[in-house]
Every structure is written in structure tokens, then in C-alpha cells.
């Protein structure tokens, strides 16, 4: 065997650093290793040379979602948190800009739209000051993507927020929001609690196990299958960016730069109306309706996340099988207040009387009185209120001294009948 050939780094070793002879001892050793190995097939390896001054998780690496810029622009957001010891001002755009060496506003944006949607960024809060102005936004940045359960409860308007992205204006969004709300509905399909708990040890294997061929696995919030056609709508929206970029390329400079004039005009520092402003008009509501086409009617209780996956359930189920259970949910809130143990998971209650009704066990129970009272609500509305017809109108001043007078007429009459004397009275 050749001796292997090294060059000038062990020459004058007076002058290295006692940090690089202490490398060139351990790649000394990894050449020893190498040599002994009875491999044939050739390997190249590493090492790193340098303090491990910063650490990311392997999940923000692997995602098989998101796209470089996507990462890096999380990984920027997490060093700024990092230096502030976890509470800290959210970076903008230009900062973000700077550190990510990305120079349009609007691919930040759209970054951050997408890791609002993928679960590894939430917008907990928006603030505003006593005087109703508002002050900012509340954003917390995870080490990996949240169940939907915990999604819900942080972001009140995550469920919103997606059904708006899938018409936002950059097709990326479009499609990973869409994906996510697939993924949903596939979940329960399948008859998946989506709410329920899950084992942080368990969503990871599930992650990992998802990268290998034919594993049905799932990655955190996508299943198998959403993830399969968003990458093949992320090959289909590439050919058609290198379309549009030849053609672009091809066109006249004064075209192109009107082009970036417009693109920028639109953009705003704001990341909310970044994220929500559509160029189509697009329901943010997943509507579903009862027996005859009829609005289905919530409990209170349901904040607007939960009346989306509500309404994502439900619409698995006949129409009007949709209300009872609706009015089952009700009457079991109601019952809290009367001794009966508290719900704490709605939206698992909810999928256990969706899941009994598809087996055809479901017995209205609670509901009942619900229901009935609803129903005489809306018996007592089509009667409508008991109106005085001489009163409908507004009184005018000329009739309101005629009522006067021929009020003041009977009272005198009835004196007279009873004896009394207008000095009786002013005594």
C-alpha cells in the first residue's frame, strides 16, 4: 500500500496553532482508519475544525416540505431569539434579508406564510394598546412542527389563515396550505383523531419513517400521499418558473424592470397583510349545511378554529345527520353547569359522536332539549313581536297635546265623580 501523501501542514509546527496540531493528529488517525478499512469501493470523509457555535434541529433540516429559503429564513429567526435569551423582538424583513442574503421582500413573506402554515412558526397574538391601535404581533417559533391541537390553541386564526393562503398570490403558498388542509381532511377520513394527544416520540418516528421508500408513514402535519403530489406540484411549478424566467429573459429591460416595479409595489412590511392579501376573492370558511340546505347552528362555546375542523368532520356525514350532533355537543356544554364532568378536547368529543354515528349508535340524548328549544325560538320569531297599531307610527307633537288634553279631561271627570276639588289635589 502507498504511503499517503501529505502536504505542507506538517511543515513548521512551531508556528501552528496547538488547535491544528490537534487536527492534523485526528486526520493522522482517520488516514490509519481508512488504510486498514478492507473496503474497495473509495469513501470521502470529514472533518470540522472549528467550536460547534450554534446547533439546529436535524427536523428543520430534513423537512421534506420546505425549501432552502424556507429553512434559512427559520434558522435566522431562531438566532435572534437565541441571542436574546428567548424573548425578543421579532427580525424584519430587512434584517431577515440581510442574514439570509435573500433581497425580495416578498420570498420573506412567503417564507414566513409557509412556515406559518407547516406549524413551524405561529402567530399567537396580535396587540394592541389601550387606545385600540394596533402595537404588533406575538410569534413563537417551535423546534419542530406542532401538532394541529396545539396549533389551534395557539393561533386563533390558523384554520382562517389557511383557507386564505390557498388563494394568495404566490402559487407555493397556495399549494402548501392546500396541502396542509388535505392532509386534514384525509386524517379524517381515515377516522384519525386530529385533536387527539400524541406521543412527541411517536410523531418523530412517524417523520423519519416517511422518508423511506414505501413506508406508510406520515411527515408531522402531511400525510404520505399530500406530501407525494405537493412534490410533484413543486416539479410542475418549477418547469413552469423556468418558463416564465426564459421568457422573461427574452423580453424587452424596459418590461422586465416595470415588472420588479409593480412586485415591490405590493409588498408591505406588514407580515399579516403579506400572508392574507389575495388578488381573488376566497372563502375563508369551510361551509357546511344541514337537512334542506339549512345553516348549521354551533355552540357558542366552538372559537372559529374549532367550527372549521367541526365543519371539515361533519361534512363526512349526511345532512341532516349534522345538526344532532351539533345539538348533542350543545347539550353536553350545558350540562357542565349542572354537576356533569367538563369537556376538555371539543373537537375529540365531537369526532366521538361523528364516529358513533357512522356505526349507527348514535342516540340523541342531551341534544334533545336543544333541539326543541331552538325550535320554539323560531316559532316564537315567525309570530313575530305584539305590536300596537295606534303606537307603530312616531307620535307627533300636535297629537301627543291632544293625548294630553283628552287625558287631563278624563282625570278631571273622575274628580268630580269622587268628590274632589282641584284644591284637594294641589294639597
Not at 93 to 121: C, E, H, K
Request: hydrophobic share 35%; with cysteine.
Amino acid at each position: 500500500m502507498m504511503p499517503s501523501v501529505r502536504g505542507p501542514m506538517n511543515e513548521m509546527p512551531g508556528s501552528l496553532r496547538p488547535e491544528t496540531l490537534a487536527l492534523d493528529a485526528l486526520i493522522r488517525e482517520i488516514i490509519a482508519k481508512v488504510e486498514a478499512s478492507e473496503g474497495e469501493g473509495t469513501s470521502d470523509r470529514m472533518v470540522f475544525l472549528g467550536n460547534r457555535h450554534q446547533s439546529f434541529p436535524t427536523a428543520v433540516i430534513k423537512d421534506r416540505v420546505l425549501e432552502p429559503v424556507d429553512k434559512v429564513v427559520w434558522m435566522v429567526i431562531m438566532l435572534a431569539v437565541r441571542e436574546t435569551g428567548g424573548d425578543t423582538a421579532f427580525p424584519g424583513y430587512d434584517a431577515i434579508g440581510q442574514m439570509a442574503n435573500v433581497s425580495s421582500r416578498s420570498t420573506i413573506a412567503r417564507a414566513i406564510a409557509i412556515l406559518r402554515a407547516t406549524r413551524w412558526l405561529s402567530l399567537c397574538a396580535r396587540v394592541r394598546r389601550a387606545t385600540g391601535r394596533f402595537h404588533g404581533n406575538v410569534y413563537a417559533l417551535h423546534d419542530e412542527p406542532v401538532p394541529l391541537v396545539d396549533a389551534l390553541h395557539l393561533d386563533a386564526d390558523y384554520m382562517t389563515f389557511l383557507g386564505s393562503a390557498t388563494g394568495h398570490g404566490h402559487a407555493r403558498v397556495r399549494a402548501v396550505a392546500q396541502s396542509v388542509l388535505d392532509s386534514i381532511d384525509e386524517d379524517i377520513e381515515s377516522g384519525r383523531a386530529i385533536c387527539g394527544q400524541e406521543h412527541p416520540i411517536e410523531r418523530r418516528l412517524e417523520s423519519r419513517a416517511v422518508r423511506e421508500d414505501g413506508h406508510p408513514r406520515r411527515f408531522f402535519s402531511f400525510t404520505r400521499n399530500v406530501v407525494r403530489q405537493l412534490h410533484a406540484k413543486s416539479g410542475e411549478l418549477q418547469q413552469g418558473q423556468v418558463s416564465h424566467d426564459q421568457i422573461s429573459n427574452s423580453a424587452k429591460s424596459r418590461v422586465r424592470n416595470s415588472s420588479v416595479q409593480i412586485s415591490n409595489s405590493s409588498s408591505c412590511s406588514s407580515y399579516i397583510n403579506k400572508t392574507t392579501t389575495t388578488h381573488t376573492a376566497v372563502s375563508s370558511n369551510f361551509v357546511v349545511t344541514g337537512e334542506g340546505d339549512q345553516p348549521l347552528v354551533y355552540p357558542k362555546r366552538l372559537c372559529d378554529n374549532h367550527r372549521e375542523i367541526a365543519a371539515r368532520y361533519l361534512s363526512a356525514l349526511a345532512p341532516e345527520q349534522r345538526q344532532p350532533i351539533l345539538d348533542e355537543l350543545e347539550g353536553r356544554f350545558r350540562a357542565e353547569t349542572k354537576g356533569m364532568k367538563p369537556v376538555y378536547d371539543e373537537i375529540s368529543f365531537l369526532h366521538s359522536l361523528c364516529k358513533l354515528t357512522r356505526q349507527g349508535k348514535f342516540q340523541p340524548n342531551l341534544g334533545i332539549k336543544v333541539r326543541d328549544g331552538r325550535r320554539a325560538g323560531k316559532r316564537l320569531e315567525c309570530k313575530g313581536p305584539a305590536t300596537n297599531p295606534a303606537r307603530s307610527s312616531k307620535e307627533t307633537d300636535e297629537q301627543r297635546q291632544k293625548r294630553k288634553a283628552a287625558s287631563q279631561a278624563h282625570i278631571a271627570e273622575m274628580r268630580s265623580l269622587l268628590g274632589m276639588s282641584d284644591k284637594t289635589e294641589k294639597q
